[in-house]
């Protein structure tokens, strides 16, 4: 039976097999779930068994969130009665208690909010994040004007065939430190494809330029595994978009300008 670490590094590549699908399911996904646990070599046995344990320590993940929201917002509620109290009666001593409380409070907001929008390997945002922040109240269609960039690594299949999915997992990681020096939002998208979110003032040609940079350090750069050394690089497509369009149709279009930039950048790195 796969340990946990095993389980979601399958349940990734399930995830992004299916990702472009329009419909999905159950069968087809556990389908593709058996197939990628077969690669790896892992006999999935006891599934019912396995299936409660995971819900409940998805539940008691739940409920540990839960619990640290409901006790920040009735620290929050408090800190605010006091504060108007405080106000009213221009007590000093109680005011700087206030403001020693929604410091300490405000941290614990943080942690709370770094649990729920970040990307466990990665520490890039997550989907949840960007649907949180970018998307409108319908949860399909774009808040603002930006510009969108869709990063997909080359070869990252060979990686872990050749050097393990340890290797895979810091290469990722890897990938993402240098896509935050764009200065711009990073998010995990899916196994190994990130969204980097450039804000509307930036222009297409300094999206490209900035990414192109990245890319080429990257592919300088000599990736140690064991007593091997690899080459990693990544493809990217960028596209313009405007307040009320569709998340999904700007990555397609993203998606699509991403074509001619894989051929040209496979036919330089040939493999890894």
């Given at each position: 039976m796969p340990d946990n670490s095993m389980l979601k590094i399958i349940t990734n590549e399930t995830k992004a097999s299916i990702d472009q699908m329009d419909i999905v399911t159950?069968?087809?996904?556990?389908?593709?779930?058996?197939?990628?646990?077969?690669?790896?070599?892992?006999?999935?046995?006891?599934?019912?068994?396995?299936?409660?344990?995971?819900?409940?320590?998805?539940?008691?993940?739940?409920?540990?969130?839960?619990?640290?929201?409901?006790?920040?917002?009735?620290?929050?509620?408090?800190?605010?009665?006091?504060?108007?109290?405080?106000?009213?009666?221009?007590?000093?001593?109680?005011?700087?208690?206030?403001?020693?409380?929604?410091?300490?409070?405000?941290?614990?907001?943080?942690?709370?909010?770094?649990?729920?929008?970040?990307?466990?390997?990665?520490?890039?945002?997550?989907?949840?994040?960007?649907?949180?922040t970018y998307l409108d109240e319908d949860n399909e269609t774009l808040k603002e004007d930006g510009m969108l960039a869709l990063i997909d690594l080359n070869y990252f299949k060979q990686v872990n065939d050749i050097h393990g999915h340890i290797i895979g997992d810091k290469v990722l990681i890897f990938i993402a430190n240098q896509l935050k020096s764009t200065r711009a939002h990073v998010v995990r998208y899916g196994g190994d494809e990130f969204l980097v979110m450039f804000e509307a003032r930036n222009s297409m040609q300094y999206a490209l330029n900035t990414l192109t940079k990245i890319r080429e350090d990257v592919i300088s750069k000599k990736l140690k595994a064991h007593d091997s050394k690899f080459t990693v690089s990544f493809s990217f497509g960028v596209t313009p978009y405007k307040q009320g369009d569709a998340l999904a149709k700007t990555i397609e279009l993203a998606d699509k300008n991403m074509y001619d930039d894989k051929i040209a950048i496979k036919k330089r790195v040939t493999g890894i």
């Open positions: 159950p069968s087809i996904y556990a389908s593709l779930f058996e197939k990628f646990a077969s690669e790896h070599h892992e006999v999935i046995e006891n599934e019912k068994n396995l299936s409660v344990d995971l819900m409940q320590l998805e539940c008691s993940n739940l409920t540990d969130l839960q619990t640290e929201a409901s006790q920040s917002a009735n620290t929050l509620t408090k800190n605010t009665s006091k504060a108007i109290s405080a106000i009213k009666e221009k007590d000093e001593a109680s005011l700087n208690q206030v403001l020693e409380e929604t410091q300490k409070l405000k941290h614990e907001i943080e942690k709370l909010k770094e649990a729920v929008y970040k990307d466990e390997l990665t520490r890039a945002n997550n989907r949840k994040w960007l649907h949180d």
